[in-house]
């Protein structure tokens, strides 16, 4: 599992185009927002919304590819050689790593350009890392679904958008109270919630992934 | 589905209509008459459940033993309860708008549920785009359970957590409305059973006329 997990990390070095494609990607958003909204600083509600939708976004283009880049010779390659399960496990957490670093990542960029209206940056890394898990369980397991269709690039998008909303809506709440200046202890509720999501969607993926992967 | 079930299933949906219509009703403040509504819009979300969790019951049926029948079941059972469903979102706007002001309110639970139907019209899009019949049944089968797992948060656990219109939510307890009278009770539980029965009758015949199809295209392929 652990060779898998490097195998994953090693070919994402090797190819630094697609790295480097969600890069920009995420650069150029957060700095379209920042022309966009004439050059002004934002107020948090929209802080808030731009924030996640952005990283939403390039969640699922950096994740998406996790299955459906793969050629058809490696998966056969995987197939013979490894449990579906430590496939899916070694994926989601690549993935969590891609996921909280672009969050990270994406985050420094709205300060940089925009303004930070955070302040509690513990519980709002928390909260990002959460988030990450989250969206990289799901989204692994839609991608490994969609890679299987026709014109799998629209039904990732179509697949994933409903399923993640219900963590999205958690993390915008927590920041929300992040932004108001909260007592911590008013999240706990959210951040209960959001972490017993993701134990659900981890042991859902865990269980369905062979049944997709044997085909 | 059993003859005695569909005359229990008509005669409770005429009773429902008529007596929804014409038995007496607790007066409360803004509700007024609209309480009525209840006969008709709360039966739609509970037949919708009952035909998701039907679906999702089949589909790990099929995953666990894979056959035509019962990926046929689940896919029909989800179609049915997306009408229901859709129902529901409907009848709601209408007392919504006479209730709240406006037909969309953004109350959390109605969100919630735009966005369970969204994930079944995802699971609808996912069966058109899998040409290979065999994978067709297990992805969706897949992304079934996923999505029913996913959306119980989505409907029974976030909006209790914010505050809803919607009884039952914001720490009000659930069925607290109905207890300030149990006249009510009389005709909503017969509505309830009544819908949910109706969806399954609907289910039941589309799952029948599928399977004859099937074996009609087998034996014509064969000659």
């Known amino acids: 599992m652990f060779a898998l997990i490097k195998k994953e990390i090693s070919i994402e070095l090797r190819t630094k185009s697609s790295l480097a494609g969600v890069l920009l990607y995420l650069l150029g958003t957060v700095f379209l927002t920042y022309i966009a909204f004439g050059l002004k600083k934002l107020d948090p509600i929209s802080w808030n919304a731009l924030f996640w939708i952005i990283n939403l976004f390039s969640a699922v283009n950096s994740v998406a590819k996790s299955f459906i880049g793969e050629k058809k010779g490696t998966e056969i390659y995987l197939y013979s050689i490894a449990k579906p399960e430590s496939i899916i496990l070694s994926k989601i957490i690549y993935n969590f790593l891609l996921c909280s670093a672009l969050s990270i990542l994406g985050f420094v960029l709205f300060i940089l350009f925009l303004n930070n209206p955070i302040s509690d940056i513990i519980l709002f890394l928390a909260t990002l890392l959460l988030t990450s898990l989250g969206f990289s369980t799901s989204l692994t397991l839609l991608s490994g679904i969609s890679s299987k269709a026709n014109n799998s690039h629209i039904l990732m998008a179509v697949l994933s958008f409903p399923v993640i909303i219900s963590i999205l809506l958690l993390s915008i709440k927590i920041t929300k109270n992040c932004v108001d200046g909260l007592d911590p202890s008013v999240s706990y509720d959210e951040l209960i919630l959001l972490s017993s999501i993701n134990c659900i969607a981890l042991a859902v993926s865990y269980i369905l992934f062979p049944y997709i992967w044997r085909s | ?223």
């Open chain 2, 1 to 223: 589905m059993k003859t005695w079930l569909k005359v229990v299933c008509v005669v409770f949906l005429f009773y429902s209509v008529i007596g929804g219509l014409l038995l007496p009703v607790p007066r409360l403040a803004i509700v007024n008459e609209t309480i009525r509504g209840l006969y008709y819009h709360v039966p739609m979300w509970f037949g919708m459940v009952t035909m998701f969790a039907f679906s999702v019951y089949h589909s790990v049926v099929y995953l666990r033993k894979p056959s035509f029948g019962t990926d046929i079941k689940s896919q029909l059972y989800a179609n049915v309860g997306v009408m229901l469903g859709m129902l529901g979102i409907f009848t709601g706007m209408i007392w919504a708008n006479y209730t709240w002001g406006s037909p969309w309110h953004g109350d959390p639970k109605q969100n919630g549920a735009a966005i369970a139907l969204l994930v079944y019209f995802a699971y609808f899009i996912l069966r058109g785009s899998v040409e290979n019949e065999e994978q067709k049944a297990r992805l969706s089968a897949v992304y079934n359970v996923f999505a029913f797992v996913t959306m119980i948060p989505l409907i029974f656990v976030i909006p209790r957590m914010t505050s809803s219109m919607h009884p039952g939510n914001g720490g009000n307890p659930g069925f607290n409305m109905y207890d300030l009278d149990s006249q009510m009770r009389l005709v909503f539980y017969p509505a309830c059973i009544g819908w949910i029965l109706l969806g399954f009758w609907i289910a039941n015949l589309r799952i029948r006329i599928k399977l004859i199809e099937e074996t009609l295209l087998e034996t014509s392929n064969e000659k």
